[in-house]
Every structure is written in structure tokens, then in C-alpha cells.
């Protein structure tokens, strides 16, 4: 069922001698780097200048795994100042099982450099993005954290694992699976612990000599890089956090970040009234006019339906990012029709129905919502943490109740609900799937503490003070784990940050890494 490039089998051979024999996730890690540095990593190797057919891997054609390369590239292509190029990497789904052992995944990623630099040796950054679910943004200009990075950095955009180009996982590609217990066993191997492995393998096939490169991580991002200066420290010259240090407790910390995160959402909803306070009343009349429709909502033009517990979803981004509030304000301007023919009924605005479908990406970024819960788990379930810790604080976040009261309609954060995958059509057919993963308990380690306490790696981190979706206080909490680790606390940005002033988040985090901005 899979498409695959595989290792020449001349490559292969000496790790079959080891792929007989069960391995930990850590002897992975040193079988797997130990291997690739052995690799004669020529020239004709890395680059080719067209991708390969892709061929099946299937019990009938076993000699499929000799027949190709496990890394293609494309030719350099352009946009306004900057030079991109292509990767595809062949790799294992499952590297328990070893390189030849495994089902196969292809990753893509794109090299970026500033024009002109195409051939110069260059240190290389890799950007972990947000997420989880979400693929690397396409470059259309040189501008921002991007345009900083490539003054001195050939920068790699990673797509990871089941997003992008990376054998993506859709609401389409996904409905192959026959069944839920088949694609929930699946999706197990599309956390941070295998993004990290995924990273290293395109390492040693990127960077001269395997040499480390530095990390950028964003949000989600962030987590993956406290992840890989657990597991992978050796690979890594020096890394960059911002809006992404993870909780990193035993066991599923999804609770302790939600009971702190609803306390953060309560304020953000006060700030969010007190600038647009016209806004209470018409979020009040649009609850009550859902909730007095046929089965409690309206439908959407995909299929599915808003109710008022589905509105107070607008705050996943509305209340925690720049310019959130501005833009969610004026979604609501146009939230009703205007009246044309006297005495024809009020309705709420297509406009107003189809923004709402588009504000969250669900349908084109389903991984989100399925995995979301999990990158808190080790070893434990998260049971549904979200809507668990929501229900202890019901009396604060009831909109309808709210609305018939007269007083704000709360909206809510970066959290998934089990009616999500009812109301909204893209995941309704993933609801036992999303059951599944909610109740399962042996995901693996995503963090060594101990490794942390001992970290070598430079390591400097943006938090920001009123971030709505990495609270301040669990950041800090982590942070005190990471030996080393340099810390700008700052409210000036909220958790798009890297976003909105990207030039200046990165210039002020390598100042603190290169000696610019003294430790005291």
C-alpha cells in the first residue's frame, strides 16, 4: 500500500546484520547514525535532478527495497531573492523495525538559500514548524525569520511526516484504511519521537561530513526540539525555541496544561470585550439564534454544523495570535444578511458560514485534531483531557447559558473536543479513530530528563508572557530542566511571534547564543 525509494542493497547489507534483533528507540537512534555515517555520501548520491517513479512495496516484490535511492533531489528554482531546491527522502515508518525491515514514508523538504549562495559552504538550519499536522509554508519572498536566517544559514523546510509532501495524511489519503483500529496504529508513529528520527536521517545525507546543524522551532516545532536534545543531542550544533517549550512531566501532562491554559482564556476573552465591547452583544445574538434552530445549529456549506459550542472555537486563533482579535472582530461585522425583501427571515451570512469552515484548517489538516492530545502523553492516556478539565469549569464556558444571561459568551483555545468530530463533516468519519487514540496508553517517551539536566547544546528560547497556547509558567517549569538554556521573556509578541516579528525574534535569540547579549 505504500510508496517507496529504498537503500541500494550494497547499502543495506550491513544493517540487516543488526535489523534481526529487537532494538530500543535510543539503540536505534545509534544503529541508524552509526550506519549513515559508514554511507559514501558522493555528490551523485545526494543529488539527482528529477524524482524517481515510486515503487510499491509489497510482499509480492520484496527486491523493490534494492531498486532506488532513499534520497532525490530536484534542480535550484527561484523566487524574489532567494534560491529553493527539493528533497525526498525514503525512510521507515516504524524504525523499531529497522531500514529494511519497515513499511517506507517519503519526507519532503526544501533547501533555501539568498541568492548567490547556491555553492558556498554554508551552516544549515532546520525549521521544526508548528502543529502538530501542519506542513512548512511555501517561501514566496525573501522576508522575515526566513530572510534573516539566509543571511548566514542554508535553511532546510522540513515537511514532517504526514503533512505537505511528506506521504500526507488527508481526509482523502486517510479513508484508505478499512478500518479504525488499522489507521489509529498508524498515525502512532507521526509524533515528535519519529519526526526527530526523520530529521537525523535527512541530517547525514544533508549536512558535509554528517556535521550537526542548528534547529529553529516554532510552537509544536519547539516541542520537537526539546525532543531531539533528548534523544539526539549529537546532531545538534545549537537551538532555537520560540513559543514552544513543552510540558515534559511523566505521564500525560495534557491536564496541568489545560487547567492553565482555561485560566490564561478567561483573560484573553476579558482583553478581547474590553477592545471591542460592541462585540458582547452580537456574539450573544448569534448564540441564541443557534441555539433556538432545529437541532441546536445551522448548517455549513461543507456538510457540517455550527452550534454555539462550535462558535466558541473561533478563539483557537482569534484570541491567542497577532492580529487575532482584529480579524475575528471583523468576521463578526458581517455575520448576518442584510434584509432585501421585507419580512423575509434572518439569516447568518454565507460570508460569515464559510469563514468559520476556513478559520481552522480541519478539512485540509485533519492530523491536527486527531493527534493533538497525544504530544503531551508518555506512557499515559490523555481520556479526552480538554473536554474533561472544560466540564470542571462548565459554569464559566456554557455559551448559551451565557447569552440568555446577558453576560460575555467565553470563547475557547487551542483544545480538541470528542463533538468536534460530530459537528465538523472533514472529521466525522475519523471519530473512532480520534476515540481510539484518546483512550490508548503505551506511546512512547518523548523526552529524557535526565539527558535534559546534563544538555550540552546552546540553547536560547523566546517565551512569551501572555502566550495562549505554551503557558508561562509550565515553560518555566521545563526550562529549569534544560542545562543551559538562555531565556527572553517577553509580552511584546503573543505566540506568533516568529510571524509577526520574525527578523527580530531570530537576531535577538543568536545575540544570545553568540555573545551580543551578555549573561549578565
Known sequence: MLLTHALPSRFL????????????????????????HSLPLSKPFLSHSRRFNLIPMTAQNPSAVDSSLDHVSDDWYSVPEIRLRNHWFTLPLDYS?????????????????????EEQRLPYLLFLQGGPGFECSRPTESSGWLQKACEEFRVI????????????????????????????????????????????????????????????GQSFGGFCAVTYLSFAPQGL????????????????????????????????????????????????ELVNYLAEQEGGGVALPSGGILTPRGLQ?????????????????????????????KGAPKRISYYFLSSFEKWSSFDTNPLYALLHESIYCQGSPS??????????????????????????????????????FDEIHALKQFKDVAHILAEKKEWPPLYDVEVLN???????????????????????????????????????????????????????????????????
Open 13 to 36: 547489507k550491513p544493517l540487516l546484520h543488526h535489523s534481526s534483533r529487537s532494538l530500543s528507540s535510543s539503540q536505534t537512534f545509534t544503529l541508524l547514525f552509526s550506519f549513515s
Open 97 to 117: 523495525q529497522g531500514l529494511h525491515s519497515s513499511p517506507k514514508i517519503s519526507v519532503f523538504a526544501r533547501e533555501v538559500v539568498a541568492v548567490g549562495k
Open 237 to 284: 550544533k545549537q537551538a532555537l525555541l520560540t513559543g514552544g517549550i513543552p510540558p515534559i512531566g511523566d505521564g500525560c501532562t495534557a491536564d496541568s496544561v489545560y487547567k492553565a491554559c482555561f485560566e490564561q482564556v478567561i483573560n484573553q476573552n476579558d482583553k478581547y470585550y474590553k477592545r471591542y465591547p460592541e462585540d458582547v452583544k452580537i456574539v450573544q
Open 157 to 216: 523546510l522540513m515537511d514532517q511526516r504526514g503533512t505537505g509532501l511528506s506521504t500526507p495524511l488527508t481526509v482523502s489519503s486517510m479513508s484508505q484504511f478499512k478500518s479504525a483500529e488499522e489507521l489509529a496504529d498508524f498515525l502512532k508513529h507521526f509524533r515528535a519521537d519519529n519526526i526527530v528520527k526523520d530529521a537525523e536521517f535527512i541530517r547525514v545525507r544533508l549536512v558535509p561530513d554528517a556535521g550537526p546543524w542548528t534547529i529553529l
Open 313 to 341: 472555537t473561533l478563539g483557537l486563533s482569534g484570541l491567542g495570535s497577532g492580529a487575532g482579535f482584529e480579524r475575528m472582530h471583523y468576521l463578526f461585522e458581517r455575520v448576518w444578511d442584510p434584509t432585501l425583501v
Open 454 to 520: 546534563k544538555n550540552k547544546v546552546p540553547v536560547a528560547a523566546a517565551v512569551y508572557y501572555d502566550d495562549l497556547y505554551v503557558n508561562f509558567k509550565l515553560c518555566m517549569e521545563t526550562a529549569s530542566q534544560i542545562a543551559g538554556i538562555r531565556l527572553w521573556i517577553t509580552n511584546e509578541f503573543m505566540h506568533s511571534g516568529l510571524r509577526d516579528g520574525g527578523s527580530k525574534v531570530l537576531d535577538h535569540l543568536f545575540s544570545m547564543l553568540n555573545g551580543k547579549k551578555p549573561l549578565f
Open 383 to 420: 481520556k479526552w483531557s480538554a473536554n474533561r478539565i472544560r466540564n470542571e469549569v462548565e459554569d464559566k464556558f456554557d455559551a448559551v447559558r451565557a447569552a440568555r444571561e446577558g453576560v460575555p459568551v467565553l470563547f475557547t483555545a487551542e483544545m480538541i473536543f470528542p463533538w468536534m
